[in-house]
């Protein structure tokens, strides 16, 4: 089975801003980096086709002419729980220093691990393998989504990935 993950186009969010689980607007060049997208999947057949129902996956599954992409909660991108939409430095909560230490499996009050979010996407990808386990499968979803798929099925290790986090609009393809 091949999966195709593509992650969304540019957020028109500040640096520093734990948005995770937010549904936010898109970049001012939303249009320029889904062609660009759009061009890089051309030539692709796919059986099936999911995205994350966060609005900046919805969008570039459809500008790539994906509309009826079956959304599934398990693709979002991970939950900072009390931490969303707050810049890293305005964040007082001592378990921010945990977290720095252990991002892993440190759990944000009310949010998610990476560690939770690598469950879901596990038990979104043993559905896909029962289903159709022969399929060529697109996922327009996140960064935190690749990472886990790239750690758990592309040999890669967290540090290895956040060294090099795949960049906005990537097509990221992995053989389970």
């Known amino acids: 089975m091949k999966l195709v993950f593509i992650r969304h186009t540019s957020v028109n969010v500040a640096k520093g801003i734990c948005y995770g689980n937010t549904d936010v607007a898109l970049a001012s060049t939303f249009a320029q980096e889904a062609m ?3 061009e890089k999947l051309k030539g692709y057949e796919f059986d099936k086709t999911y995205c994350s129902p966060l609005s900046r996956c ?16 398990r693709l979002k991108e991970i939950n ?14 001592p378990k921010l220093q945990e977290w720095y230490a252990d991002y892993i499996n440190v759990t944000p009050p009310g949010g ?16 896909i393998k ?22 758990s ?3 890669k290790t967290y540090g290895e990935i ?12 992995i053989e389970v």
Not at 112 to 126: A, G, T
Request: a negative charge; aromatic letters at 12%.
């Open 162 to 173: 956040y060294d090099s986090i795949p960049q906005y609009g990537s097509i990221i393809e």
């Open 130 to 151: 029962r289903k159709h386990p022969e399929s060529v499968t697109a996922i327009f979803t996140h960064g935190g989504i690749l990472i886990n798929a790239l750690v």
């Open 80 to 93: 900072f729980g009390e931490w969303e939409m707050k810049s890293y430095d305005e964040i007082t909560d």
């Open 58 to 73: 919805v969008r570039l599954a459809e500008f790539c002419g994906y509309p009826d992409a079956i959304k599934d909660d």
């Open 36 to 38: 660009l997208v759009k």
């Open 153 to 155: 099925y592309g040999g």
């Open 112 to 127: 998610e691990s990476v560690i939770d979010q690598s469950k879901r996407l596990h038990s979104f990808i043993n559905e």
